[in-house]
């Protein structure tokens, strides 16, 4: 068959917003017509969507998959890719958090070699700065990467960055490239390290005076600025005063900080150990308070595959990290679900903003677009187990927790590449750089 009719699907952007018939042919948006005006022929393949939304090029943006390295065996590109392709991401951009770091033009050349010839969708890097990098080489390569990843604080792999030089060097070569700073904020100076569980090591002042920094660094150098899994309320307060000084600050969040709490580390410390830790629940309420008001830009999973065994060991040995690729539109359905935001704000929130800072081609639902979407039901209700999890982990911190929502199907470039389960497709996975059509800045 050489296309698809989708029959009475919400479309929630473009031009064509609402209910409609969808007609793809040849990897594009061909037709939008009001349901039941478009008759199928022979070679299309239709598919009865009344009930399911259309996500329009869903990006997760902040993934680790371990590979190239050592620690591969976690994940490596194949088994990553496909976990996020079934949790409804037609795209990711990956942090490579352990070495060898993705730190130079050789570097992301060799992981681009690696990637292409694996990954089971489109993707694309952050730059990862290590204490040791070379600034020049920082440079170099940052044009070809989606954004710049800097850490103020240790966590998995070691890579905290105390030296102010480089963490300019970091700021100038994202300005440079006209991509952003990515920053893991969390001020190493402020950790308890004498306290008695990790989530009291790290506390929520680590986080608040780790964002003012990176505010002030990004104030002083231009560049865009893009917060990493914020789990604290105080910083979201911080990017919107930043935001309405005329900075370029944007806030990130992962669904564990809005539906998990400090109550679940108590219950299992090693198994939802995660940096930032998960915060008290009158905390996460606040968060989830700033997320109904409309002031979080990306919702992102940080996808962390440490394996069940080592979730297992005593906690001060037990890696830090949650995987959850899989379930990445569930989880953020399941917020939908909730009332916290609309679908049409997830749709931004997961696409068109994510594209917007990484300067990626908008991915707008009308004729003549590449047809790169996911099929979603909002009202679909479902238990999380241990067969649900693609991940090399084994494992999920939400087994056994009732989701709203759930994929039911991916498709690249008018292609299905995913219907409950994965489906063989003729296109390549591409590498995704900064467009110089692109925007370079967005916001909720």
Request: aromatic share 6%; with cysteine.
């Given at each position: 068959?050489?296309?698809?009719?989708?029959?009475?699907?919400?479309?929630?952007?473009?031009?064509?917003?609402?209910?409609?018939?969808?007609?793809?042919?040849?990897?594009?948006?061909?037709?939008?017509?009001?349901?039941?005006?478009?008759?199928?022929?022979?070679?299309?393949?239709?598919?009865?969507?009344?009930?399911?939304?259309?996500?329009?090029?869903?990006?997760?943006?902040?993934?680790?998959?371990?590979?190239?390295?050592?620690?591969?065996?976690?994940?490596?590109?194949?088994?990553?890719?496909?976990?996020?392709?079934?949790?409804?991401?037609?795209?990711?951009?990956?942090?490579?958090?352990?070495?060898?770091?993705?730190?130079?033009?050789?570097?992301?050349?060799?992981?681009?070699?690696?990637?292409?010839?694996?990954?089971?969708?489109?993707?694309?890097?952050?730059?990862?700065?290590?204490?040791?990098?070379?600034?020049?080489?920082?440079?170099?390569?940052?044009?070809?990467?989606?954004?710049?990843?800097?850490?103020?604080?240790?966590?998995?792999?070691?890579?905290?960055?105390?030296?102010?030089?480089?963490?300019?060097?970091?700021?100038?070569?994202?300005?440079?490239?006209?991509?952003?700073?990515?920053?893991?904020?969390?001020?190493?100076?402020?950790?308890?390290?004498?306290?008695?569980?990790?989530?009291?090591?790290?506390?929520?002042?680590?986080?608040?005076?780790?964002?003012?920094?990176?505010?002030?660094?990004?104030?002083?150098?231009?560049?865009?600025?893009?917060?990493?899994?914020?789990?604290?309320?105080?910083?979201?307060?911080?990017?919107r005063a930043a935001r309405e000084r005329g900075g370029?600050?944007?806030?990130?969040?992962?669904?564990?900080?809005?539906?998990?709490?400090?109550?679940?580390?108590?219950?299992?410390?090693?198994?939802?150990?995660?940096?930032?830790?998960?915060?008290?629940?009158?905390?996460?309420?606040?968060?989830?308070?700033?997320?109904?008001?409309?002031?979080?830009?990306?919702?992102?999973?940080?996808?962390?595959?440490?394996?069940?065994?080592?979730?297992?060991?005593?906690?001060?040995?037990?890696?830090?990290?949650?995987?959850?690729?899989?379930?990445?539109?569930?989880?953020?359905?399941?917020?939908?679900?909730?009332?916290?935001?609309?679908?049409?704000?997830?749709?931004?929130?997961?696409?068109?903003?994510?594209?917007?800072?990484?300067?990626?081609?908008?991915?707008?639902?009308?004729?003549?677009?590449?047809?790169?979407?996911?099929?979603?039901d909002p009202a679909e209700s479902w238990t999380v187990?241990?067969?649900?999890?693609?991940?090399?982990?084994?494992?999920?911190?939400?087994?056994?927790?009732?989701?709203?929502?759930?994929?039911?199907?991916?498709?690249?470039?008018?292609?299905?590449?995913?219907?409950?389960?994965?489906?063989?497709?003729?296109?390549?996975?591409?590498?995704?750089?900064?467009?110089?059509?692109?925007?370079?800045?967005?916001?909720?």
């Amino acid at each position: 068959m050489s296309g698809l009719l989708l029959s009475r699907v919400a479309v929630l952007s473009g031009p064509h917003a609402g209910v409609r018939d969808v007609l793809v042919d040849e990897g594009r948006y061909a037709a939008f017509a009001p349901p039941g005006a478009l008759r199928p022929h022979h070679a299309v393949k239709v598919l009865d969507c009344e009930g399911l939304v259309l996500f329009s090029a869903a990006v997760d943006d902040h993934v680790h998959y371990r590979e190239p390295g050592p620690y591969a065996f976690k994940e490596g590109w194949r088994n990553g890719s496909l976990a996020s392709l079934a949790g409804g991401a037609t795209a990711v951009v990956e942090v490579q958090n352990s070495p060898p770091y993705c730190d130079s033009p050789e570097a992301v050349e060799s992981k681009r070699r690696l990637a292409g010839a694996a990954s089971a969708l489109d993707f694309g890097f952050y730059l990862t700065v290590a204490s040791g990098s070379d600034p020049a080489l920082l440079e170099a390569a940052a044009p070809r990467c989606l954004g710049v990843k800097l850490f103020l604080g240790s966590s998995t792999g070691g890579l905290g960055v105390s030296d102010p030089r480089m963490r300019e060097a970091a700021a100038h070569a994202a300005l440079r490239a006209g991509v952003p700073l990515a920053v893991h904020a969390e001020e190493e100076s402020l950790f308890a390290s004498d306290a008695p569980s990790h989530g009291e090591r790290r506390p929520p002042e680590a986080e608040v005076e780790a964002v003012r920094r990176a505010i002030s660094l990004a104030e002083r150098t231009g560049a865009a600025l893009l917060l990493f899994h914020v789990s604290v309320p105080e910083s979201v307060k911080l990017a919107r005063a930043a935001r309405e000084r005329g900075g370029r600050v944007s806030c990130a969040v992962c669904p564990h900080h809005l539906l998990l709490d400090s109550r679940d580390e108590r219950r299992s410390p090693a198994r939802f150990k995660v940096n930032p830790p998960l915060r008290s629940p009158a905390e996460r309420e606040e968060l989830r308070a700033l997320l109904a008001d409309g002031l979080i830009d990306v919702l992102q999973t940080d996808h962390a595959p440490h394996p069940a065994a080592e979730k297992s060991l005593p906690p001060d040995e037990a890696p830090a990290g949650l995987p959850s690729a899989e379930l990445f539109l569930p989880l953020c359905l399941t917020l939908v679900g909730e009332g916290l935001l609309s679908l049409e704000r997830l749709e931004r929130m997961v696409c068109h903003i994510p594209r917007a800072l990484h300067r990626l081609p908008a991915a707008v639902p009308r004729e003549g677009a590449p047809a790169v979407f996911t099929l979603a039901d909002p009202a679909e209700s479902w238990t999380v187990s241990r067969g649900d999890v693609v991940s090399r982990a084994g494992w999920s911190p939400y087994e056994g927790v009732t989701l709203s929502g759930k994929v039911k199907y991916v498709v690249l470039d008018g292609e299905i590449a995913f219907a409950g389960g994965f489906q063989p497709v003729r296109r390549e996975a591409r590498f995704l750089t900064p467009s110089e059509s692109a925007a370079g800045d967005a916001h909720c």
